[in-house]
């Protein structure tokens, strides 16, 4: 049973750069059939798509963050990364990873647990 | 790229039956079949339980449908169960090749 989770510290400074990771288990990320995505949910608010990586390093981002946003694969590691420059309290949320069911088209059918980050000095 | 338009609220009472929209553009949920909804337990990760417009997941109860019509897409819970009592999110692919969420629908089960 693939899972996916979260990891990374839940408290940012403002101005500084946010860096979450997702592991994934129980398969592999080089899997041609997937690929995988990150989402946010700030506190009472809806989900917002950040954005979605294929295992090749192909990538695909939310134009409102594209400017401040850096999704990567490690299939060392069997994990993507998301990296968001120049934090504000507006990226306070849970931030959740996912793995498409095929393409970047397709509905996210596998989640993580998600991880609050907290953008405060 | 603006959020797909989702009511706020809906309600209804155990047994019923109820429908949430999902209202995009022809860029989005009038364009393409690639729209996917969501159920969002407090404190809970959201789970898929429609994809494809009308496509159900294995496991996911077959008292939820879905639907689209021009660029308006549905989701329908027959039989309401006060388990049912969530937030719901409708997503869609774009022109753009992004993806985009609707605001999201609390459901009340009376």
């Known amino acids: 049973q693939l899972q996916v989770q979260e990891s990374g510290p839940g408290l940012v400074k403002p101005s500084e750069t946010l860096s979450l990771a997702c592991t994934v288990s129980?398969?592999?990320?080089?899997?041609?059939?997937?690929?995988w995505g990150w989402i946010r949910q700030p506190p009472g608010k809806g989900l917002e798509w950040i954005g979605t990586i294929y295992f090749s390093g192909s990538t695909y981002y939310n134009p409102s963050l594209k400017s401040r946003v850096s999704i990567s694969v490690d299939t060392s590691k069997n994990q993507f990364s998301l990296r968001l420059s120049s934090v504000t309290a507006a990226d306070t949320a849970v931030y959740y990873c996912?793995?498409?069911?095929?393409?970047?088209?397709?509905?996210?059918?596998?989640w993580g647990q998600g991880t609050m980050v907290t953008v405060s000095s | 790229q603006s959020a797909l338009t989702q009511p706020a609220s809906v309600s209804g009472s155990p047994g019923q039956s109820i429908t949430i929209s999902c209202t995009g553009t022809s860029s989005d949920v009038g364009g393409y079949n690639y729209v996917s909804w969501y159920q969002q337990h407090p404190g809970k990760a959201p789970k898929l339980m429609i994809y494809?417009?009308?496509h159900r997941p294995s496991g996911v109860s077959n008292r939820f449908s879905g639907s689209k019509s021009g660029n308006t897409a549905s989701l329908t819970i027959s039989g309401l169960q006060t388990e049912d009592e969530a937030d719901y999110y409708c997503?869609?692919?774009?022109?753009?090749?992004?993806?985009?969420f609707g605001g999201g629908t609390k459901l009340a089960v009376l």
């Open positions: 997503n869609s692919y774009t022109s753009s090749s992004t993806l985009i």
């Open positions: 494809d417009v009308s």
């Open positions: 129980g398969g592999s990320i080089s899997s041609g059939y997937y690929c």
């Open positions: 996912a793995r498409h069911l095929y393409s970047v088209r397709d509905a996210f059918d596998i």
